[in-house]
């Protein structure tokens, strides 16, 4: 047998010699090892490339999230707008311009370029629009077309000069606003605009910009909802300054949006080698969908290239060296392993209890929302079974707070913890408040949210109740305008509330526990005031009393107190409770009331003209110069209709009932009225009426001030017609003086050309006739201008005159509207009287019938109508009839023909006065009569005058 050591020497030389033969095997040892080493550094180099595409994308998520919280910012803005109309009758542009200078949106809000407010204009509604705008200095833009439903830009601030540009701009005539704006009044929300060139644009720098819009509606029955689309509240962004203003990404991400296929926004340098990684991230927003590619910049490239697999790679080898030791490291610990795990179970049982004991509600989340883990008192808090909640997300319960809130706050959780009140929907809609405490943790390379909820809505509910009790008794004390005080019986104040601190100049905590009757009574009351209050706490009995009281500014209040016991619960008088009403301009509005009364009834009855009061239409009050123009007396006038005082009241312009009713809506009228008085016969007055009203709008009480104007308005109306007379004849003096010598030139030559054709051997006959009618048209020429120019004579003579030749005169003044018109004009004499009176002013008169009869043919649209003149003597009176068939007179028009104001022809600009001046010419200067009679189509006009007999023509 060998020795131990000569075997072992064997051993050794064998497997040295087995090591040096089988040399082949180290060679495919090293190969292996090579492969490996290539193989890990393979491996690494994917798994870094991947690890920096997550980061990549993660980069790129957070980029999306800043655009999509910006853009909800945004939103938010605006929804204020859509408050601040929502919550006022009327927004001014003072307003608006306040409103969005407090927002200062072009410092806190990158690429907005202002918040405005854009005007749905309907069809009829322009040019209140057009005049607004115009009148606040704005004039660029018009709203043209004739679509029915237009927009104009009335409100943008801050109003810059870019600003300014586009104030009155019609947004709902450019295509790409109409769609945004129609989306937002369809879905009573968001509407976000394609790409567009805003109208501020004025410089070189022109961006790419869209616009977001917010609706309001007022009510209507304009849409389905009931309500009528009022406008816009608006906003123009510029995209170059709105995306190149988002924090923290511009050296590590190049980015272009795209809506659509319009290029919106690209940060893309043309210059750019072709990026490593790329990402494509959608934004759905306002009815538009933003695609938003995103590519690694060049600095982010470098950041995250790594040289860690080389070092791996090496570093491969010497884990060969430490593989044996490992693996038997490996198993010791596999051993603690089983130790560790049996202590974890038992920790998880535990936690388990723990988890199922809990009062509060624990649930686990994943990020995208979904419920991965709950406690039985999560499940009993939502009212669900197990099976229902395995595929459940928290939009499902959380109604409190909206999805995109609450997947930004979700993105934003940390792992501090934070704690916020939420509003959770049960499985039965039954909404409950509840305390959330959330955090984020993480498991195998995932983020988990966990979260704790309590419900506090009977805690809430018990707050919000005690709230409203304290608010209540506060406000029961604060809303009345009266001072309430509680003084105890050793006179200290206890309570006061807002109005009393108002009146004593006091606040609550500077007066309570004062000595109300030392601080605030005058020394001289001080007494009487203290046996008043022993009065009420002795003798339990109610008190009313005024005192003067002294403020803090030193200043006496007359006060009128009403005074109550208050009980302890042993029924003992424990204080005063006072209710105070500061009733020291009342006194003093009594004394200057009664000083007024006197003093204006001292003017009521002493002016010169006729005042009335009215109420409701009634009268309630006049002064004496009232009675005489209506010839009444106080008893009979008081309490009459105001309708009902006078007949036949006409106005020049308004109507008198349209006159009133405009006066009581609280305007000052003026006005020039006719009425008759008592009957129909009487002569008409003429009067200036003023009315206002007085008092509050709703106590419908007005002052009507008459005054008679009548024989002014006579004598203004004959001294106008005078002077136009004089004016008219001057102008057909010169018109005469100018017509006259090329008539005599052309009747000359005419003359001249008639003989030479004559005297010719060949006479032209019908040259010759022809040249005889230039001849008589010359001399009817100039005899016309002579009758004009006589009618307009300035001075009124009496004269006489035969009146068939001055009826010939009027016809010939007008023959060119009568045959014009197609009127037949004929005479009927029985003599020829002659007249001694104002020959132009008779005229004028029969002029004025003869453009009334005018007037009603054409009104009436008669054909073959006429007019017959009819003269015939009576005694020693002359009468003229004027008769026309143009349709007759109504029986209630006829009575009102002669009264000043009275027409039938408002349109034409009649003004009411030719028939009653007609009819003060007749009487009042001519001695005469002129009546009016009306049967069937005819109509009579009678003049009746004194004339002169054959044998007085010469004195």
Known sequence: MKPLHSKLYTTKNRLHHYWLEKRYDRIIGAIVSIAVLIGVWILLEHYYRIKTQEKFDHLTHEHQQEINIRLHNYIHLLRSGTALFYSSDVVTRDEWHRFVEMINPKKYYPGIQGIGYSKMVYTGEEDPIRKQLRSDGFSLYTLTGDHPIRSAIIYLEPLDKRNQNAIGYDMYSEPTRRAAMDYAAKTAGIGMSGKVTLVQEIDENIQPGFLIYLPIFSDSTYSKNNKKLQGFVYSPIRAGDFFATIPSYHEKLIFEVYDGQDLLYSSLDSDQETPAFHNVKRIKIGGRTWTIHYYSSITFEQKYSSLYPIFFAIGIAFFNLLLLYIIFDLVRKRIKLKRKTKETEKTKIWLDRLLNFSADGIHILDMNGKLVGYSPT????????????????????????????????????????????????????????????????????????????????????????????????????????????????????????????????????????????????PERFRSQLRNVADEIINFDCNEYYENPIVTKNGVERLIAWRNRPLHDLNGEVSSILSTGEDITDIRRTQEVLVERESFYKTIFTSVSDAIIILENHFVIDCNE???????????????????????????????????????????????????????????????????????????????????????????????????????????????????????????????????????????????????????????????????????????????????????????????????????????????????????????????????????????????????????????????????????????????????????????????????????????????????????????????????????????
Not at 388 to 405: G, M, R, S, Y
Not at 476 to 497: A, F, P, R, S, W
Not at 652 to 658: C, D
Not at 902 to 907: C, R
């Open 378 to 521: 999560f499940r009993t808090m939502l009212g669900y079974d197990e099976s229902e909640l395995d595929n459940i997300d928290v939009f499902a319960w959380d109604v409190h707070l909206d999805p995109e809130i609450i997947k930004v706050m979700m993105e934003k959780l940390t792992e501090n913890t934070v704690t916020f009140e939420s509003v959770f929907r049960r499985k039965d809609a039954v909404m409950i408040d509840v305390e959330v405490k959330a955090h984020i943790f993480y498991e195998d390379g995932q983020k988990y949210i966990f979260a704790s909820t309590w419900n506090i809505t009977e805690q809430k509910r018990a707050k919000q109740a005690l709230q409203c009790e304290k608010e209540l008794a506060q406000n029961y004390l604060d809303i009345v305008e009266v001072m309430i005080l509680v003084i105890g019986t050793d006179y200290t104040i206890h309570l006061i509330n807002r109005k009393g601190s108002e009146i004593l100049g006091y606040s609550p905590e500077d007066a309570i526990g004062k000595n109300f009757i030392d601080l605030f009574i």
């Open 625 to 955: 110069q009232a009675l005489k123009i209506f010839e009444t007396d106080l008893e009979n006038f008081i309490g009459r209709y105001i309708f009902h005082i006078a007949y036949d009241i006409e106005c020049h312009e308004k109507s008198f009932v349209e006159s009133v009713d405009f006066a009581y809506e609280g305007n000052q009228v003026d006005i020039e009225c006719s009425f008759r008085i008592h009957s129909h016969d009487s002569e008409p007055k003429i009067t200036e009426i003023s009315l206002s009203s007085f008092g509050k709008v709703q106590d419908n009480k007005l002052i009507m001030v008459i005054r008679d104007i009548t024989h002014k308005v006579e004598e203004q109306k004959i001294l106008t017609m005078n002077a136009r007379q004089a004016q008219m004849g001057e102008m057909i003096s010169m018109i005469a003086h100018q017509w006259r010598q090329p008539l005599a030139i052309i009747n000359a030559i005419t003359s001249q050309i008639r003989m030479k054709q004559m005297l010719s051997d060949n006479e032209d006959q019908a040259l010759i006739e022809n040249l005889i009618k230039i001849e008589h048209q010359s001399t009817h020429l100039s005899q016309t201008i002579s009758d004009y120019r006589d009618f307009f004579r300035p001075d009124k003579p009496k004269e006489r005159f035969q009146i068939a030749s001055l009826i010939d005169h009027a016809v010939s003044l007008v023959d060119h509207a009568l045959k014009n018109n197609s009127i037949r004009i004929e005479k009927s004499l029985e003599g020829d009287p002659i007249l001694f009176t104002y020959r132009n002013e008779l005229l004028q008169v029969i002029i004025v019938l003869l453009k009334n009869s005018l007037d009603a043919f054409s009104e009436n649209k008669i054909l073959g109508g006429e007019i017959i003149f009819n003269i015939n003597t009576y005694n020693e009176s002359c009468r003229i009839t004027v008769r026309d068939n143009a349709g007759g007179i109504q029986p209630s028009i006829i009575k009102k023909l002669f009264i000043p104001y009275f027409t039938t022809k408002p349109k034409s600009g009649g003004t009411g006065l030719g028939l009653y001046m007609s009819k003060l010419i007749i009487e009042e200067h001519c001695n005469g009569t002129l009546d009016v009679q009306s049967a069937g189509e005819n109509t009579i006009f009678t003049i009746t005058l004194p004339y002169q007999k054959e044998h007085n023509d010469d004195t």
